[in-house]
Structures are given as structure tokens and as C-alpha cells.
């Protein structure tokens, strides 16, 4: 579990992200609920600086994470980086069969729940509710004793912090009335669904994302995008 215990990493770490970007909120997320010392830097994707673009990334993504003077980036990869900097924070499942199955259930939530995430959060249509739910079916079997995260863990797992803004992301457009909320009653309300609506309560729960999940600018974004389609 995760310490109060600030952890000072080897080398200064500095993330340069962005509070409206899924990916970067990743490795803002798992540097955040392991309590690292770090120096975040928000990057403005629609004006990218020249300092960065020339002096950081010439990618111009986000995350980037700077690792004393090394550059790391994408943000499967930054995230997992940082988890295994801090065996101390448990993030990463000891077993390799946990480890593997974790890795899956991250895997199976990219195939079956990122394509819903991107029409609700991307477009405003979340499609029927047998749409949401079918890949929420889909998804459950790789979701493994969530009592209360991966493997009975009780703190956030590297898999769960994957899935997370993606997650917290459509809940936020459920909850907000910009699209129909029959799909976030009948995850509140039908015990079928009861088991994956608890788990993705607990991580909106966590200190990595009421840390660093900005509703407010989020929410600002997902009314521009939808003014735009």
C-alpha cells in the first residue's frame, strides 16, 4: 500500500502534462496516489510552447516525463515506469500471474469500453444503453475480485490507474445531463451492474484521482467538443 510517507525519487522528477488530456492523467495519477515528489508542468495542447517542442519533446505529447536529464514518454510507458521506480507503493502485483492478469483486464477495457468512451466523451452519443452495457458484459470476467481494486487489493492498482481517466471520464459526461441519464441510473440502480459501478466508484474515490481530475476544465472541454460536431 501505498505510504503517507512522501517518496523522493533517485533523479528530480518533472511531468509535463495536461489537465483536459486521458493519457497524461495516467502518469499524473500514479505519481500522485504513490505520493512522489514531483514538479508538474502543465503544457497547453492548442499552443504548444517552443521551449518544449525544442527543449523537451519535439513530439510535442503529453505525458513526457523527464527523469533527472533523461526524456521518457508515452504514457503506458511513463505510467509503468514510475510504478516500478516505487516497488515500496505496490502498485504493480507481485505474482506474475496477477501481474499478467492485470495487464489483460487493462487490455480487455481498451478493446470493449475505450470505443464508448470516445463516442460519449468525444461526440455526445453514448448509443443505446444495450451498446454500454454490452461492453461492460464483455468486460467483466477480466475484472478480477475488485474487493475493492485488481486482486483484493485495497489501493489502486497499475492496470486500474490505466483505465482511470478514461473511466472517470465517462462518468463525468453521464453525470453532467449533457447526454440521457437512463444509463447512469440503471448502473446506480441494477444489480447486475452493481459489482462494476462500485469499483468504478472506489477509483473516482482515490487520492490519485480526486488529486488530479479536473471536472470543471473537463467539463468545459467535452462542451466545446460537442458545440464542434
Request: aromatic share 14%; glycine share 4%; proline share 7%.
Amino acid at each position: 500500500m501505498a505510504s503517507l510517507k512522501a517518496l523522493v525519487p533517485p533523479k528530480p522528477i518533472t511531468l509535463y502534462s495536461s489537465v483536459v488530456c486521458p493519457w497524461a492523467a495516467r502518469t499524473w495519477i500514479v505519481l500522485t496516489q504513490a505520493n512522489v515528489e514531483f514538479e508538474y508542468v502543465e503544457i497547453d495542447l492548442k499552443n504548444k510552447p517552443e521551449w518544449f517542442l525544442k527543449e523537451v519533446n519535439p513530439g510535442g505529447k503529453v505525458p513526457t516525463l523527464k527523469y533527472g536529464d533523461d526524456i521518457i514518454i508515452e504514457s503506458a510507458i511513463t505510467t509503468e515506469f514510475v510504478a516500478d521506480l516505487f516497488p515500496e507503493a505496490q502498485l504493480i502485483p507481485r505474482d506474475p500471474f496477477l501481474r499478467a492478469q492485470s495487464r489483460l483486464m487493462a487490455d480487455r477495457f481498451s478493446e470493449f469500453l475505450f470505443p464508448i468512451y470516445r463516442e460519449v466523451y468525444y461526440s455526445g452519443n453514448p448509443g443505446s444503453d444495450a451498446k454500454i452495457f454490452d461492453a461492460i458484459d464483455k468486460f467483466l470476467p477480466y475484472l478480477k475480485d475488485a474487493k475493492p481494486f485488481f486482486g483484493g487489493s485495497d489501493h489502486l492498482t497499475l492496470a486500474e490507474i490505466l483505465i482511470a481517466p478514461f473511466l472517470s471520464r465517462i462518468y463525468l459526461v453521464l453525470e453532467s445531463g449533457l447526454v440521457g441519464d437512463e444509463t447512469l441510473k440503471t448502473l446506480a440502480s441494477d444489480p447486475k451492474y452493481e459489482y462494476f459501478n462500485t469499483w468504478a466508484q472506489n477509483i473516482l474515490a482515490t487520492p490519485g484521482l480526486k488529486g488530479t481530475f479536473d471536472k470543471t476544465a473537463n467539463l468545459a472541454w467535452v462542451k466545446e467538443r460537442y458545440a464542434s460536431v
